[in-house]
């Protein structure tokens, strides 16, 4: 909670410098800076100001914009608290583009209560639930990281070709959870393996030894966590670990964060996991400059909140306005093919092609392509605990 007050009067103390100049643009950065995954949010964050910070000093945004980011704490997990956050945002602050939420279903409730009543643009970096695929969303909704319907398929290969052939899951009781648990699920048994059992798990609990006890009873080689990694998901993997019902652990996105290291070491060598990633790109600069502010940049999404932050600047460039009715059609157009490839640290150059009239095809820190409704096509990195340290060992 401290560093999120900080990180807010910082912004504040950038509001009120900005709000004489009529050429700053305000977007939105709405987080979960307090809930579940708020270890992974200031890096997600850093990785969003980066962008704009990058434009700004660019003087190349419509005439020489400068763009000034507005923090809002999504919670991860609370949609009233995250729709007026947002709400604030929109009517209050008064920004032209949102990038986030984070978590899929604070997210879904933005969309539908703040975004579509509002025509407001919003590019999450890591809401990742199926469902939000069919929401409606009037061209206004688009994410960087890929639907979980991907990462489910991902994470049944990945076991398949361990020799892992069944396995227990356990999810958080949300969209995010059983999204991901109901597409692992299909593909897994698809692929021929075996799910013994699925229990959700509430999150805040202080003992998850109930739980724990009904996943092992019905066994299984490894046990499937689709949790948080600030929240219920480390409070599952202890109880496991201690009551010896299960050592090897498969850790989707949301339970992939330097927390994790932190919190078991080696104790789950072994253990794998996926997020979001791909060798076509490279966010090591993204990463790099927001380590270099002090934050802790090892965890997963801080090249696609930069990706997101800069699709919204691009895609106003493209359309001479910064009014999300003009620019939303942009931001597909601006991400995909034909065009120059555009890559981290070249945002400038981005937008001076687009101010002559040419085309760009913004590869960003995540190899960035967009495909239907504002969907991200995008790979994964596969994760082995090694040492106690979380390794990429593959690309898919």
Same mark, same amino acid.
């Given at each position: 909670? @401290? @560093? ?157 070709? @361990? ?125 790099? +400059? ?103 060992? +593959?690309?898919?």
């Amino acid at each position: 909670m @401290k @560093k999120f007050l900080m990180a807010s009067a910082a912004t504040a103390l950038m509001a009120g410098g900005a709000m004489a100049d009529d050429h700053a643009v305000k977007l939105g950065i709405i987080l979960g800076f307090t809930g579940p995954i708020e270890s992974l949010t200031p890096a997600m964050a850093g990785g969003a100001e980066l962008a704009m910070s990058e434009v700004s000093e660019s003087g190349k945004l419509l005439g020489g914009k400068t763009v000034m980011p507005v923090r809002a704490d999504s919670t991860c997990i609370d949609s009233g608290a995250a729709t007026a956050a947002a709400e604030r945002l929109v009517t209050s602050d008064g920004v032209k583009g949102i990038m986030g939420a984070d978590c899929s279903g604070v997210t879904g409730a933005i969309l539908s209560n703040v975004a579509l009543a509002n025509g407001t643009v919003m590019i999450s970096p890591s809401a990742t639930s199926p469902a939000l695929s069919a929401a409606e969303d009037n061209g206004l909704f688009f994410r960087t990281a890929p639907s979980d319907a991907r990462q489910g398929q991902v994470l049944a290969d990945v076991l398949m070709e @361990k020799g892992i052939s069944e396995v227990a899951v356990t999810y958080t009781n949300n969209d995010y959870g059983k999204g991901l648990a109901d597409s692992f699920a299909a593909a897994y048994a698809a692929a021929g393996g075996t799910v013994t059992t699925t229990t959700a798990h509430e999150d805040g609990k202080a003992d998850y030894s109930a739980e724990v006890g009904a996943l092992a009873s019905a066994g299984g080689d490894a046990l499937v966590v689709a949790g948080y990694v600030d929240q219920g998901g480390p409070g599952v993997i202890r109880a496991a670990l201690d009551t010896g019902a299960f050592d090897t652990f498969v850790l989707p996105d949301g339970m992939i964060g330097p927390n994790l290291e932190t919190t078991f070491g080696d104790e789950i060598e072994g253990s794998i996991g996926t997020a979001p990633g791909s060798d076509a790109a490279d966010a090591s600069m993204v990463v790099e +400059k927001v380590a270099a502010t002090g934050v802790d940049a090892s965890g997963p999404y801080v090249g696609e909140s930069y990706d997101a932050a800069a699709l919204i600047m691009l895609a106003m460039q493209a359309a001479g306005s910064v009014e999300p009715g003009d620019y939303k059609s942009k931001v597909e157009m601006v991400a995909n093919a034909p065009g120059e490839k555009i890559y981290p640290g070249e945002l400038a150059k981005g937008l001076e092609i687009l101010a002559a009239g040419g085309d760009i095809d913004y590869v960003g820190a995540t190899a960035v392509e967009l495909i239907g409704p504002g969907e991200a096509a995008g790979g994964y990195r596969e994760i082995e605990v090694q040492g106690g340290k979380l390794e990429t060992v +593959k690309y898919r």
